[in-house]
């Protein structure tokens, strides 16, 4: 089925005439004409058919028969674009999928938030140290977080850089997604001496084990390394913010009707940017990809069913992915209504669990976290409303990596307020360290388990 608008009604560059939210303001019009001259000329990030297999396995998940897991930086920074930050987030993100895999006995999809994760909404358009007051920093496609007036001036030339650095971290995760790297998620090289510090210590152990146990039976029987059982799919995914750039790379292609984002896999409208009538949602009606919508606590069932008509009129299986991020707070108040609302439109949706941006608070010394127990308990919460409710949550969206950082307290080592001083490398929100992100991946096993 093709929800494709006509195409006198859509072109990549209609939002132009719409109001576009949260966009960088280029000093130089010319320079950024030209820079996005070039951008479009360049080769694409992803194909077509990588995203037609996502989409479709987006329609199994929504039938209940794939669980999708979705993280990584909260900003990814062109500083961190070297081999042992992409390789542990690689290493965190496949084990985490192995153990949901094992626990809730379905395949898992894996979407990287990474390979051009490099645009971000700010609050406020300025930024005041000081006295001194100098555009916000709106993530490295734009400009560099550093205080001075060169650094925050937006420059064109890193629309460039962006997909370039995207290109490479593609280009690396491709390599060792199809070399033996899959092996990393073989229970030996897990580090898992934090479980003995978990309340839950005997479950995490049996989960383990049984895990360890799995993967050695598979081997057994087929004589082969369990991670080149079947080569391992990895998506990307990042926040579509700056229309310009998704516009540079949106393509037709041959035998394919219809358009293409192809700087990703799997682009999402933030929350600062589902206005119905804003440039951001006519820029996603248009194109072919799977999308995801981020869903806050201010989104009214109303709009949430308008956004489905819109986006997905043709009711097309595959298509649409709501990630709520109400908070701890607010998700028992928020989400029926809205799982009620969707119900009643009968259009397909996979819902998604985004943990994260509701539970953001700032210690009284100014540093940005997140409490693990909030970001437990929303996913848990989360896991029994859809089950009350004959919905079902089918994934998770996470901020996380493979480093060792202490951002988000909590957790089985009991990270504190002290500790976030240690080892706080985030630019922008705070993430889930390696341990954390496998806590959580057993906790949502836990969870579902219980459910049965
Ligand atoms: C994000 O995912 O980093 C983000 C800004 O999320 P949201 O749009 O949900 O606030
Ligand atoms: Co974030």
């Not at 307290?409 to 002290?418: F, I, K, P």
């Amino acid at each position: 089925m093709n929800t494709l608008p006509e195409e006198k009604d859509w072109q990549p560059d209609s939002w132009q005439a719409k109001e576009a939210k949260q966009q960088a303001s280029y000093p130089d019009a010319a320079e950024l004409q030209s820079a996005l001259v070039e951008l479009a000329a360049l080769p694409p990030l992803v194909t077509s058919w990588e995203i037609l297999s996502l989409k479709q396995q987006i329609a199994q998940a929504q039938a209940g028969e794939r669980f999708l897991l979705q993280g990584g930086d909260c900003a990814e920074s062109f500083a961190e674009c070297n081999s042992d930050v992409i390789t542990n987030r690689l290493k965190v993100l496949l084990q985490m999928s192995l153990a949901l895999t094992h626990g809730l006995q379905k395949p898992v999809i894996r979407v990287g938030r990474f390979a051009g994760q490099y645009a971000k909404p700010r609050s406020s358009d300025v930024e005041t140290r000081a006295g001194v007051t100098l555009p916000s920093y709106r993530g490295d496609l734009v400009n560099s977080v550093d205080f001075t007036p060169e650094a925050r001036r937006p420059d064109p030339k890193r629309l460039i850089q962006g997909h370039a650095m995207s290109s490479m971290t593609m280009n690396f995760v491709r390599s060792l997604v199809d070399g033996g790297f899959a092996d990393l998620h073989h229970p030996e090289y897990w580090n898992l001496s934090w479980v003995q510090h978990s309340p839950l210590a005997t479950e995490f152990q049996r989960l383990a084990d049984s895990l360890g146990r799995a993967v050695n039976f598979m081997e057994t029987i087929s004589g082969r390394r369990a991670g080149v059982l079947k080569r391992v799919d990895f998506y990307t995914s990042h926040e579509a913010l700056h229309l310009h750039y998704e516009q540079a790379g949106t393509r037709q292609v041959p035998r394919q009707s219809g358009w293409f984002d192809l700087t990703t896999h799997f682009p999402w409208i933030g929350m600062r940017t589902a206005a119905l009538d804003g440039a951001h949602v006519e820029y996603f009606r248009g194109i072919r990809n799977p999308i995801g919508i981020k869903i806050g606590p201010t989104a009214g069932p109303d709009q949430v069913q308008r956004l489905l008509e819109i986006l997905n009129p043709e009711s097309e299986a595959g298509r649409i992915v709501l990630i709520h991020r109400m908070g701890m707070s607010q998700i028992e108040s928020k989400l029926p209504p809205l799982i009620k609302a969707v119900q009643d439109t009968g259009s397909p949706v996979l819902w998604v669990c985004d943990p994260m941006h509701g539970n953001t608070e700032t210690t009284s010394s100014g540093i940005k976290t997140r409490r693990f127990r909030n970001i437990m308990n929303e996913t848990e919460t989360s896991i029994q409303l859809h089950h009350q409710l004959g919905s079902h949550l089918g994934g998770v969206h996470l901020e996380l990596t493979g480093e060792n950082v202490t951002e988000c307290t909590g957790g089985a080592r009991n990270l504190v307020e002290a500790d976030l001083k240690r080892a706080y490398k985030s630019i922008v929100d705070p993430r889930l360290n390696y341990e954390q992100a496998l806590e959580l991946s057993m906790l949502i096993v836990n969870k579902f388990e219980k459910l049965n």
